[in-house]
C-alpha cells in the first residue's frame, strides 16, 4: 500500500516560520487530491488545507486563513505546507492525506503519513 | 459553520456491540467518513461515504447515516478495537472546508 510521509516539523518560536513537505512511494501525491490536517497534544483532528491534483484549487481552514499556503510540485510527487507567523496554538502533529478519488472534493482521507510534529515555543 | 457531535465515551463489554453517534444538522444530506486512531498513530480510514468499507476493513465495522445522525457500529466488539473514532464531513455552506467531530474514546471493558 502506498506510503505518506511528512517532514520538517521542529521547534519554532512564535512568529516564526515553517514549511512541512509530504512525500511519497509511487505516485500517490501527484494522483491524488491532498490535504493537510493537525492534532494538538490530546485534542481532535483539525482540518487545516486542501489543494486539488493540479494545484489549481485551495481550501484552508479559518483559523490559518492569510498564515498558511498549501502547494504541490507533481513532478516531485510531493505537497508543502508553508506556516508562517506560527503561534502557540499551531502546536501539534501534522498530517498529510490523500482523498480517496479526484471525482469529487467530498471525500475520505483515504491514506495518512505518520504525521510530524511542530512545537511553537519560545 | 457546520458542527458534529459525537459523545465522548462509550464503554462496551468484548463480544458486545458498540454504536458511536455522529450527529449534524441533516447529516443525512453528506457522505460521513469515519477515523479509527490509536495511541501514538496516525489515523486510519474504516468507512467512508456512510456505509462503505476499505479493503481489509473487518465486516464488524459498518456505517449508517439517517436524518440528523450517522452511527458507526462495531459488533462483536474485540479489545484491538479499543481506540478514538472521529466522524468528518465537508461542509460546502460558504467555502468547502472539513468538519471532523470531537472524538468518541471506545473503551473495551
Known amino acids: 500500500q502506498a506510503q505518506l510521509v511528512e517532514s520538517g516539523g521542529g521547534l519554532v518560536e512564535p512568529g516564526g516560520s515553517l514549511r512541512l513537505s509530504c512525500t511519497a512511494s509511487?505516485?500517490?501525491?501527484?494522483?491524488?487530491?491532498m490535504a493537510w490536517i493537525r492534532q494538538a497534544p490530546g485534542k481532535g483532528l483539525e482540518w487545516m488545507s486542501y489543494i486539488n491534483k493540479k494545484g489549481t484549487t485551495t481550501y484552508y481552514a479559518d483559523s490559518v486563513k492569510g498564515r498558511f499556503t498549501i502547494s504541490r510540485d507533481n513532478a516531485d510527487n510531493s505537497v508543502s505546507l508553508q506556516m508562517n507567523s506560527l503561534k502557540a496554538e499551531d502546536t501539534a502533529v501534522y498530517y498529510c492525506?490523500?482523498?480517496?478519488?479526484?471525482?469529487?472534493?467530498?471525500?475520505?482521507?483515504?491514506?495518512w503519513g505518520p504525521g510530524t510534529r511542530v512545537t511553537v515555543s519560545s | 459553520s457546520y458542527v458534529l457531535s459525537q459523545p465522548r465515551s462509550v464503554s462496551v463489554a468484548p463480544g458486545q456491540t458498540a454504536t458511536i453517534s455522529c450527529g449534524g444538522t441533516?447529516?443525512?444530506?453528506?457522505?460521513v467518513h469515519w477515523y479509527q486512531q490509536k495511541p501514538g498513530q496516525a489515523p486510519v480510514l474504516f468507512v467512508y461515504d456512510d456505509t462503505d468499507r476499505p479493503s481489509g476493513i473487518p465486516e464488524r465495522f459498518s456505517g449508517s447515516n439517517s436524518g440528523n445522525t450517522a452511527t458507526l457500529t462495531i459488533s462483536s466488539v474485540e479489545a484491538g478495537d479499543e481506540a478514538d473514532y472521529y466522524c468528518h464531513v465537508w461542509d460546502n455552506s460558504r467555502d468547502q472546508t472539513v468538519v471532523f467531530g470531537g472524538g468518541t474514546k471506545l473503551t473495551v471493558l
Open positions: 509511487g505516485s500517490i501525491v501527484s494522483d491524488s487530491n
Open positions: 492525506a490523500n482523498l480517496m478519488t479526484t471525482l469529487t472534493i467530498e471525500d475520505a482521507f483515504e491514506t
Open positions: 441533516d447529516i443525512k444530506s453528506k457522505s
